[in-house]
């Protein structure tokens, strides 16, 4: 699987962004999808996450009723739409798959997702 994430970029303080995650070379629709990110001088943080079938959203508190991830399999993209954008969101946000169910007390743990993403960058000005 070959994760190309886009959607970066530098944003003021309050507004909003939306990444992009398109995945190529998907083998399994029950894949679960995470967004996690880090900032320089920091432990990489989980963000959000998807299940490719089946429901479930998953986010950080520090980003919950801010940010939607959202997925369009027929496109094979997950959003992560970011709102009321702070300055601690700046951080290379990656995307990461892996092509099963992770449960549910795990998605937020970056040791279960097999394939990544190169990463964007976020910068938010205050």
């Known amino acids: 699987v070959q994760l190309q994430a886009s959607g970066g970029g530098l944003v003021q303080a309050g507004g909003s962004l939306r990444l992009s995650c398109a995945a190529s070379g998907r083998t399994s629709s029950t894949y679960t999808l995470g967004w996690f990110r880090q900032a320089p001088g920091k432990e990489r943080e989980f963000v959000a996450a998807i299940r490719g079938v089946g429901g479930g959203e998953y986010y950080a508190d520090s980003v919950k009723g801010r940010f939607t991830i959202s997925r369009d399999n027929a496109k094979n993209t997950v959003y992560l739409q970011m709102n009321g954008l702070k300055p601690e969101d700046a951080a290379v946000y990656y995307c990461?798959?892996?092509?099963?169910?992770?449960?549910?007390?795990?998605?937020?743990?970056?040791?279960?997702?097999?394939?990544w993403g190169q990463g964007t960058q976020v910068t938010v000005s205050s």
């Open positions: 990461a798959d892996r092509e099963s169910r992770i449960i549910t007390g795990f998605v937020h743990n970056s040791y279960y997702y097999d394939y």
